[in-house]
């Protein structure tokens, strides 16, 4: 393998392995999105308050 080819690899493969790295910790320092209340969030609806 000659040289150039090499560096080609090593940083596609650099490349890759920054992206990977960087979007886990995206995902793993997100905080998580607050759910709601699904009773409080259907307190207004009519028919729901009659069962």
Request: aromatic share 12%; glycine share 4%; net charge negative.
């Amino acid at each position: 393998m000659n040289s150039s080819a090499l560096i080609i690899m090593l940083l596609a493969q650099g490349t890759m392995i920054f992206l990977a790295g960087y979007f886990f910790y995206r995902v793993l320092t997100t905080p998580p999105k607050q759910e709601p209340d699904s009773y409080s969030e259907n307190d207004d609806v009519a028919n729901r308050q009659k069962e």
